[in-house]
Each structure stands twice: as structure tokens, then as C-alpha cells.
């Protein structure tokens, strides 16, 4: 069974502070990650993907992909009490059709002001 | 706004009965795929259509199926409804090829309520 994990939170940060997001999969095949951001009632919308090992910097937001620890995370600098949300991991398994991602249970993100 | 549209928006239906929910994809992209969220839940692949076939499927019984059409748009279709087929259904559009054919994107989704 191919997973992804996340921590439900509730994850409570700060306005101005950083918050950090974590993921964990484990389809060690897995070459495409992604961050969904989820408003309440809503449906989710992309945030970030990233293929390769390393960070990758967009604006305040920067995912960071370790493949051999098949971990992925978001950073979100300055947060705002706008980034308040459930933000959800999502992983393209190996050998899976174009459209098909798994998803993690999201982490809701509360940014106090 | 990601240029997928969903209808209809809300809908309740009785548990027995069957429910035809509607996608229209991006425009250029030519796959289209399902997602059921249940409340609390990430998103849950249903099956994805490319020229108007079914080329993957996740863990839902038949009675879950689709159609994709010559213009890409998509209509999902669910018979005997059960209470647990409340959910938000979620339809999700890709472009063709290049680094970022497999990047999803959603439409607002069609809030599902079985009683």
C-alpha cells in the first residue's frame, strides 16, 4: 500500500514567524511531488512541485525533497495569517497514470496575528 | 482560477439513487481525472480518462464510472449511492507531456451530500 503521511496538526505559528510542513512516502519509485494549500470549503490548489533532491524556492514558499529519506517539506517564510490552511502533500507513485497522486491527509496551518 | 469548471456545485441526493456529476477541463489539457475527499481526508484518486478512455483506476467499485468526451470535458457517474459517497468530488485537468504533465489541477469541486 502506497502512502503518504503528514501530520494532522493542528500547526500553530506566529504571523511573521516560519512555519514548517512535513510529508513522508513510501513509494521509494516516487518522482513527483507537490504541496496543495486547501482553504476551508474550498478545493485545493497548487502550491509547488519539485523533482529533483534539494530546495526549490518560490516567494515565501520553499520545498525541500530528500528522496534517500523519502521526505518531503514545505517552508513558508513571513507567514501570514492568509496562509492559514490545510496544506496537503501529494506524491506521483511509481508506474501510476499521468493524473493519478496520492495525498496525504493534509496538516492545518493556523497563523496567529 | 485554473479554467476547470464543475457542476453542479452542491447537490443531495438519497442514498439508492444515482448522481451524474460534470467536468470541463483546461483548455489544451487533455486528461482529466477524479478525486473523492471525504471530510477530514485527502483527496482519493477515482480514475483518470485520455482520449476518451479509462487508463487508470483507483480502489472504487464499478459503480463508479465515467465518460470523457471529444471536446475533454468529463462527467463522472455514480449508481446505488451510498451514505459514505458524501464527499467533495473533485475533477482535476493535465496538460499534455513536458516536466509538468504530471502538475493536476482542480476545479472547485461538486459538494456530494447522500441522505
Known amino acids: 500500500q502506497k502512502e503518504v503521511e503528514q501530520n494532522s496538526g493542528p500547526l500553530s505559528v506566529p504571523e511573521g514567524a516560519i512555519a514548517s510542513l512535513n510529508c513522508t512516502y513510501s513509494?521509494?519509485?516516487?518522482?513527483?511531488f507537490f504541496w496543495y494549500r486547501q482553504y476551508s470549503g474550498k478545493s485545493p490548489e497548487l502550491i509547488m512541485f519539485i523533482y529533483s533532491n534539494g530546495d526549490k524556492e518560490d516567494g515565501r514558499f520553499t520545498a525541500q525533497l530528500n528522496k534517500a529519506s523519502q521526505y518531503v517539506s514545505l517552508l513558508i517564510r513571513d507567514s501570514q495569517p492568509s496562509d492559514s490552511a490545510t496544506y496537503l502533500c501529494?506524491?506521483?507513485?511509481?508506474?501510476?497514470?499521468?493524473?493519478?497522486?496520492?495525498f496525504g491527509k493534509g496538516t492545518k496551518l493556523s497563523v496567529k496575528p | 482560477e485554473t479554467g476547470v469548471t464543475q457542476s453542479p456545485t452542491h447537490l443531495i441526493k438519497t442514498r439508492g439513487q444515482q448522481v451524474t456529476l460534470r467536468c470541463s477541463s483546461q483548455?489544451?489539457?487533455?486528461?482529466v481525472s477524479w478525486y473523492q475527499q471525504a471530510l477530514g481526508q485527502g483527496p482519493q484518486f477515482i480514475f483518470q480518462?485520455?482520449?476518451?478512455?479509462?487508463?487508470g483506476r483507483g480502489n472504487f467499485p464499478p459503480r463508479f464510472s465515467g465518460l470523457q468526451f471529444p471536446n475533454y470535458s468529463s462527467e463522472l457517474n455514480v449508481n446505488a449511492l451510498e451514505l459514505d459517497d458524501s464527499a467533495l468530488y473533485l475533477c482535476?485537468?493535465?496538460?499534455?507531456?513536458?516536466?509538468?504533465?504530471?502538475?493536476?489541477?482542480f476545479g472547485e469541486g461538486s459538494w456530494l451530500t447522500v441522505v
Open positions: 482535476a485537468s493535465s496538460s499534455p507531456g513536458g516536466i509538468k504533465e504530471n502538475t493536476i489541477y
Open positions: 483548455s489544451g489539457h487533455n486528461t
Open positions: 513509494d521509494r519509485g516516487s518522482q513527483s
Open positions: 480518462y485520455y482520449r476518451e478512455e479509462e487508463n
Open positions: 501529494a506524491v506521483k507513485p511509481h508506474g501510476g497514470s499521468q493524473g493519478n497522486l496520492i
